[in-house]
């Protein structure tokens, strides 16, 4: 018996979770992937925004691996939470575009990095990072 590779096992998870949630909208009408589900208005579409953003951010920006990705949603002056939805000039195309990048750009960290690698929030208050 041989013992597991803790990397894989966190790319088998981690895919898992990622095609969980694209499959969610399998079959789904453009209203029904934009439609508010809360009262925030955070939709499905938003929510697969929000995920590959934090990808992004988390096993990129981290780790001092930026990954080039336009994410105006997270400006100064952007609306609060506006990487929780789909606006009218986003694309489901574009959405899933950006969390396919956002998944290469994330196992390409895996593999580049130990899983001890050391991270640091850039938002996160200093002392917390």
Same mark, same amino acid.
């Given at each position: 018996?041989? !013992?597991?590779?803790?990397?894989?096992?966190?790319?088998? @998870?981690?895919?898992? =979770?990622? !095609?969980?949630?694209?499959?969610?909208?399998? =079959?789904?009408? +453009?209203?029904?992937?934009?439609?508010?589900v809360t009262p925030t208005g955070t939709n499905l579409l938003g929510l697969v925004k929000h995920v590959a953003s934090m990808e992004l951010v988390y096993f990129g920006d981290t780790f001092g691996r930026p990954s080039g +990705?336009?994410?105006? %949603?997270? +400006?100064?002056?952007? +609306?609060?939470?506006?990487?929780? %939805?789909?606006?009218?000039?986003?694309?489901?195309?574009?959405?899933? =575009?950006? @969390?396919?990048?956002?998944?290469?750009?994330?196992?390409?960290?895996?593999?580049?990095?130990?899983?001890?690698?050391? =991270?640091?929030?850039?938002?996160?208050?200093? !002392?917390?990072?």
């Amino acid at each position: 018996m041989t !013992g597991s590779d803790p990397k894989a096992d966190l790319r088998r @998870y981690l895919q898992a =979770g990622r !095609g969980a949630l694209v499959w969610k909208m399998d =079959g789904l009408s +453009e209203y029904d992937v934009r439609r508010p589900v809360t009262p925030t208005g955070t939709n499905l579409l938003g929510l697969v925004k929000h995920v590959a953003s934090m990808e992004l951010v988390y096993f990129g920006d981290t780790f001092g691996r930026p990954s080039g +990705e336009a994410m105006p %949603w997270f +400006e100064e002056g952007a +609306e609060i939470n506006a990487d929780m %939805w789909a606006t009218a000039d986003e694309s489901r195309e574009q959405i899933l =575009g950006l @969390y396919h990048r956002a998944w290469k750009h994330s196992d390409v960290t895996l593999d580049a990095l130990a899983l001890d690698a050391i =991270g640091r929030v850039p938002h996160w208050p200093d !002392g917390t990072r």
